[in-house]
C-alpha cells in the first residue's frame, strides 16, 4: 500500500471514532473559524462540498454564505471522478448521490464554473506544515486546482479538517498542489506562498 494509501486509513480511521455530536459540535466551531477568514468575508463566489458522515461539517457554513448573498458552487461527483458544479439552493435543494453524497439537484454549470470561484473550500483527510493536502485518493480535485492553475485563477485554497489533520507532512507526488490555508476548529492557519523552485 502507497504511503498516501495508509495514511488515509489511518485517518479515516480515527474520523469513525468521532460520535455525531462530535460532528456537530465541531461544525458550529468550524463555521465560524471559516466566517472570520478574511478570503471569505470578501467573496463573492464560494465553491464548496457538502460534509457526509464524520467529515468536518458544512451545514452551518453553507447556510451562512448563502445567507449573506454568497453565490455557493457545490461539486457533483462525474462517472470519471470529474467535478460538475450546480449552485446551492438551500438544504431541500439537495438530493442523495452516489458514494454516500449528497448533491445539489439545479442545473449543471459544467466543470469550468469552478474558475469564478474567489475561494475554494476543499475536503481533506490532511495537511501538512507546507500546505499539501491529503485528499480521498479520487484525484476530484487534484483536477480542480490544475484546471484553476491552466485558468490562471488564483482563488484562496481553504482545506476543512480536525485539529489533528494538521500533520507534519503529507507524501508528496508531482502532481499535488498545496492550499493556502486550513480551517480547523483550534483556528485558521496560513501557510506561506512557495518560493521560487
Ligand atoms: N462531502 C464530500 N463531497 C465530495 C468529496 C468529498 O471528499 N466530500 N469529493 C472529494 O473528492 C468529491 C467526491 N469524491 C468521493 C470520492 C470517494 C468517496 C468514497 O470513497 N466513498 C466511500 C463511501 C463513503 C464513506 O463512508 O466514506 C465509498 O464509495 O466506498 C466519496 C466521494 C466531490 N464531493
Ligand atoms: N490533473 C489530473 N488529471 C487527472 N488525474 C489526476 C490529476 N491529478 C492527479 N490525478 C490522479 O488522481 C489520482 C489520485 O491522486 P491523489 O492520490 O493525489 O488524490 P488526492 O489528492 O488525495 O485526492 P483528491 O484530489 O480527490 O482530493 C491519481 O491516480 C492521480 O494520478
Known sequence: MSRKALLRR??????????SEDVRDAAAVL?????????????????????????????VLLDALRARGV?????????????????YEGPEHLAPAGRGLLEPVGVRLGPEAVVAADVVLLPGLAVDRRGMRLGRGGGSYDRVLARL???????????????????AQVPEEPHDH?????VTPAGARHFAPRGPA
Do not use: F, I, K, M
Open 149 to 167: 492553475a491552466a485558468a490562471g485563477a488564483h482563488p484562496a485554497l481553504v482545506v476543512l479538517l480536525y485539529d489533528d489533520e494538521v500533520v
Open 10 to 19: 489511518e485517518l479515516l480511521a480515527a474520523r469513525r471514532l468521532l460520535t
Open 178 to 182: 498545496p492550499v493556502d490555508a486550513a
Open 71 to 87: 453565490r455557493v458552487l457545490l461539486p457533483v461527483l462525474l462517472p470519471d471522478n470529474d467535478l460538475d458544479w450546480a449552485a
Open 31 to 59: 463555521s465560524a473559524v471559516a466566517s472570520d477568514l478574511p478570503e471569505l468575508a470578501s467573496a463573492r463566489t464560494v465553491a464548496a462540498y457538502v460534509s457526509v458522515g464524520r467529515e468536518p461539517g458544512t451545514h
